[in-house]
């Protein structure tokens, strides 16, 4: 995923503490704050040293070698058209950055300080002087302004992600004024700070070889940014090299101290998660998420863990706030999934059980919720202002979100595994399909029930293939097609599929995104991450109680009933999770106290033969 998609981590509900107070505006008078949390206040005071969890004494030097799956063909991180490398955000700055040891807390960064009214009309940014891109040139309000704008117009996901914010005007020499059409939607001051700022000067100007760069195409020339690194060498599609900036401009900034310690950082891209794998052993990959249960079982007998040079952990902080839905998607732009009872004898046909003991060795455990692992999954069934919520749209949402706690099949052995199949065809034939012979058929049109599961890995071919043996027993004809990465983006962007696998990674402070996953307005807008097309006006009115409500309580209890119409019309057939983040690592790099959201990877670690 892009890296310019990891924006709207954050909502603000309560502000961070005051810098000073300056002139007072038309509007009214503003107090700049260093910091914005979403929950309760910010750890760290104004003229804070470093984070908590950092080593200050970490040695800067040292090569990082990573991989990453797929490919790429472009550096131009704006625009929404070919396979940018997520490591891209190495080279450019936000306004402001997350700190992984606080809630969805963020820090200054570009922007020294951050100002709004109460009514939250608008936002003003305050860039430091003292920030400069790798040119030396200074960061600017136009650079801010430039990259906003060109965002929204070359990405459709930003168009909508930050739709409600109808202008953007340089209000002070470094001063930068976001505006907004509607008032106290709580998030947008934050998830302002999160779009990566590019240069405007750069990308107006020409190229080494005098052509005119041009922002609404791809290009594989190294982009220039205000970042820690910059990109030294590449070969297109198969490596990157980046080389941290001896004259990075915030390399002592608070937020950086102990932060950025490798000289050199390496990535290698890999089409196969086994070859992937297959490298790391060799030692030429130093760190290595490893998200199946099965190779962590068995792929890691191999000499450097049992003498210890490579290190294994099972790690939950990156988990603890994060809400995890992984399904199967099917695409409701197709006739024969528009049918609930369809999605949810689908449902019925994968054993999930059966496929943990088989291939997982037990180790996941059945996503039922779409924030499954956190506080705002719904269960059981609603109760107070949740209920009150609910039974505002009650003539638009299912009747068993009030009568039936949301549950999936349970399989596991063969008796359940037929009585579940037969529930499907029971529900395919409510939906009009009858099976003739062994084949799934349309009741009216005589047309079969064919379904192609579209993947991106051959790895996940492995927990999909006994799903897709399943629905051919009842008689629907699924396949499974695996392509490369850049036909599976193209396919995708262009919702040309039947079904996907897919995850989403829900925060603690869900807001403006939710319109992008569900909303009826993504649902037929060429890439957006509303994959199943859920056009539903139920969901629709609740995505905006959670966007403008207006305390902690209410927000949980809009998202928890959303939660609830979501699971109730089986848009996806939800897949498994680990509570925990398997983690595999070569001697040669090391790391301090985990902050307690996350790994801070590969910032807060170093070279550990740089520190002898």
Known sequence: MSARWKMGLAAVFVCGMVLQPVAPRA???????HALSSIGEPKLPQGFAHYDYVNTQAPKGGTLNLSEAGTFDSFNSVLAKGEQPSSLSLVYDTLLTSSEDEVLTSYGLLAEAIAYPDDLSYASFRLRAEAKWADGKPVTPEDVIFSFEKAKELDPRMSVYYAHVVSAEKTGEREVTFRFDEKNNRELPNIL??????????????????NQRDIAKTTLEPAMGSGPYRIAAFSPGSTIRYELRDDYWAKDLNVNVGRNNFKVINYNFYADFDVELEAF??????????????????????????DGRVKREEVENPLRATGIMQALVPNLRRDQFKDPRVRLALNYAFDFED????LAFNAFKRIDSYFWGTELASSGLPQGRELEILDGLKDRVPPEVFTTPYTNPVG?????????????IGLLKEAGWTLKGNRMVNEKTGQPLSIEILLGSQSFERTVLPFANNLKKIGIDARLRTVDASQ?????????????????????????????????????RPGSRNYAGIADPAVDALIKMIIFASNRDEQVAAIKAMDRVLLANHYVVPLFYSGNQRIAYWNRIAHGRFPEYGLDFPAAWWSAEAAK
């Open 27 to 33: 509007e009214e008078a503003l107090v700049w704050r």
């Open 193 to 210: 700070g999160q779009f990566l700022i590019v240069p405007k000067h750069w990308w107006e100007g020409k190229d080494d070889k005098g």
């Open 281 to 306: 052993r060799a030692g030429n990959v130093d760190f290595r998420r490893e998200n199946s249960a099965s190779r962590w079982a068995t792929g890691y007998d191999f000499p450097a863990v049992k």
């Open 355 to 358: 496929l943990n003991r088989t």
């Open 412 to 424: 596991g052995d063969p008796q359940k595994s037929r009585d579940n199949l037969r529930k499907a």
């Open 488 to 524: 599976y983006t193209n396919r995708v962007r262009s919702f040309d599929y039947d079904m996907i696998y897919q995850v989403w990674a829900e925060t603690l402070n869900p807001g403006n995104e939710q319109a992008e996953f569900w909303g009826s307005a993504a649902a037929d």
